[in-house]
């Protein structure tokens, strides 16, 4: 299914030699009452409140450790969400995050286009509540026209001043919200008031405001059409059984404005449909996209279209659905008086099921599965070995042992693979034999410098495969890392 480009503009003239441009003209947003708007009015309502609302939720986590449920701890280098706590090197399951996010989109996008961008895309969200607060200050579609026309005057500023007030207010309670994710709230907040916020916060709080007012108050629709990539993936998205918002143009042409003396019986013998050209989908329309010339990348499936063509159904005694959510496949089978069957399961939506769901049990048998112990051990390669005045050889390694629990631990470190081997730490008197006991303070990383000696007859010339272990001494819970021992 292929989706037209959007250009408003595009009925500029050329001649022969020159090529006009033309600035897009700006959109006014119409109001409209209808299923899809409350939907939309809904979404927004939850989106907008686990936004702010999340931050302020707390989960115990023991003493000493940040009771915030969901908090990107950066000083801490944690990431906590709920009962989940991802360490920096637990990296791969934002990736796994990222995938079932985009596969997710895929999805819903195969099924009913751009759900995403029409309900629950962060620019429609607040875009949308900036459209309200803007009708709310300057009027209706037509008065805000006709005030953006009109010179400038006491009365046209203070209805502008008080609109970017607003947003201001909005954008800097956005950027707020925001920092909350990075820091305890109740602290920050506190912070905030007496004054004690730190430049860094107010900086990205300030960086968070300025990009919410730019793009919810300024480019609004243009970030859809121009600059985000999905009005492009999108084509490759959806098929002919997608449901998408579609103008049934089979019922719909030819389109002519409904004289009032005129009956609905000489106008269908004129040759006309149900469409009476009155523009009111376009005027509702966020992006100013025209459903009447089919498919477009403007085109965010929001619905709003469907609510204002079935108002001037309803008005002017029609049927509703003239603008609907429908599949292609659909759409055809009704210009012939039959019908197509719904299929909700066709290949590309299975495979995105099972990619999600095999990800997502990944990460959930990974997160069951990860050990509160890791072990990392990290050789010296300069010099490879030294060999003692005794004879024997020795190997010197860094080795990290992260410790993941919330209390202090000790670890019985040994190596496998070597015979008669002697473990002794840098800088610890005392600290030598088959097996060392190592300390790991809570949440934390202990790096210990280890030489491994072994006599020099009992180990093979060149490599020799060997394992680090470490056993904690109070749960019995094992790490292991390979690495090798070289001798000349």
Known sequence: MSLMPHNPAATA?????????????????????????????????????????????????????????????????????????????????????????????????????????????????????????????????????????????????????????????????????????????????REIVTGEVSRSVVAFAGLFTATTYFFAGWAREQICIYVCPWRSFQAAMVDEDTHIVTYQDWRGEGRAPLRKSQSWEERTAEGHGDCIDCKLCVHVCPTGTDIRRGQQISCIGCGLCVDACNEVMAQIGRPGDLVLFDTRSNQVAKAEGQSAPVRLIRPRTVIYALIMLVVAGMMVVSLALRPNLDVSVLRDRAPLYVALSNGDVQNAYTIKILNKTHGARSYRLSVDGLKNAELSVASVDGQSGPALSLRAEPDSVATYRIFVRVPRGTVASGSTDVTVVATDEASGEVGRHQSVFIAP
């Open 13 to 189: 003239a050329e001649e022969p030699g020159q090529r006009w441009f033309v600035q897009r003209p700006k959109v006014y947003p119409a109001d409209v009452h209808g299923r899809f708007r409350r939907l939309k009015w809904l979404a927004l309502v939850i989106l907008l409140g686990i936004y702010y609302v999340t931050p302020w939720i707390r989960w115990d986590r023991g003493p000493g450790i940040p009771d915030q449920a969901v908090l990107v701890d950066m000083v801490g280098r944690r990431a906590y969400f709920f009962w989940i706590e991802i360490w920096p090197q637990e990296v791969y399951y934002l990736t796994g995050l990222l995938i079932i996010g985009a596969f997710g989109i895929f999805f819903a996008t195969t099924l009913f286009g751009r759900v995403w961008c029409g309900y629950a895309c962060p620019q429609t969200v607040w875009t949308d509540l900036f459209l309200w607060v803007e009708r709310k200050l300057e009027g209706p579609r037509t008065e805000r026209i006709r005030l953006d026309k009109a010179p400038m005057s006491a009365h046209k500023l203070a209805r502008k001043a008080s609109k970017h007030a607003v947003w201001v207010l909005i954008s800097l309670v956005t950027g707020g919200a925001w920092i909350f994710y990075f820091n305890d709230a109740p602290t920050l907040l």
